[in-house]
């Protein structure tokens, strides 16, 4: 990896993590959903870095891809579990971290298996290990504990610009056994739950990508896709564009946009049978005598 490449993950790495540390504080009840998200991401750009992917603030058996509406009027109640989940860039170099915070008082036992899981994974980082070995290590800590992982949900290889790249780390032992290398950069992130292991899909989203550049003969998606070209692969919240675009219109366009499959579109997802859901992530770069953690 080259020095500027290095640099921009470690900066990218920095922010994110004292933006998560300072973000706690804002997780309480009553608090806007909205006013969480927001004030999350201006502080990523205040910081001098631009947002990765939309802040993800999911509760309870929501286990990904919860980003406010742009008039969402949901607020935290105090038995609430609540992830956030945050991404910062640099010139695309990008830091994926995420945590949970149990305002209920009755999932501590859950939340701390899963940090160890977390941890374990950490520590089997290097040069040549097995993602397989890592997701049976994860798999093993949560359920010893008492709780399962979430098998179809899993962390990810990250390149420039783009979030979900190349290998994935499952969270379950796996039949292929690909190999970790040095220079590879890679977010881990373990999901606990109580409920079936499993996430489905929701029939909304609130968060697309761009997928194929196609030519299109609506007006607004034109200026939609011209919002977004600098982001190229990152996702990006419906929300960002409303006041660009009139909001009725702007579903129109994205619907649209996504069945001609020049947007992709990522549903909300949910633990199959409502279990409560957890997260703790980490992004860590390979070195050559094992890894360095860019979002501690």
Known sequence: MKEKELTAYRQAGKIASEVRKWSKSLIKKDALVLDIADKIEEKITDKGARIAFPVNVCLNDVAAHYTPKFNDETTLKEDDIVTIDLGAHIDGYIADTAYTIDLSGEYTEMLAANKEALENAINLVEPGASVSDIGETVYDTLTE???????????HEVKNYDLHAGISIPNIK??????????????IEPFATDGAGRVIESNHAEIFSLKNIKPTRL?????????????????????????????????????????????RAH???????????????????????????TTR
């Open 174 to 187: 796996v039949p292929y056994d690909w190999k970790l290398q040095e220079g590879m950069v890679i977010a």
């Open 267 to 293: 549903p909300i997802l949910h633990e199959k049978e409502k279990g409560i859901v957890s997260q703790f992530e980490h992004t860590i770069i390979i070195t050559e005598d094992g890894c360095e953690v």
């Open 219 to 263: 007006k607004e998606a034109r200026l939609l896709l011209k919002e977004i070209e600098e982001r190229q692969k990152l996702p990006f919240a419906e929300r960002w564009l409303t006041k660009k675009i009139n909001p009725l219109r702007l579903s129109l366009v994205l619907r649209n946009l996504v069945a001609s499959e020049i947007l």
């Open 145 to 155: 504990s008492g709780y399962k992982p979430i098998e179809n949900l899993t962390g």
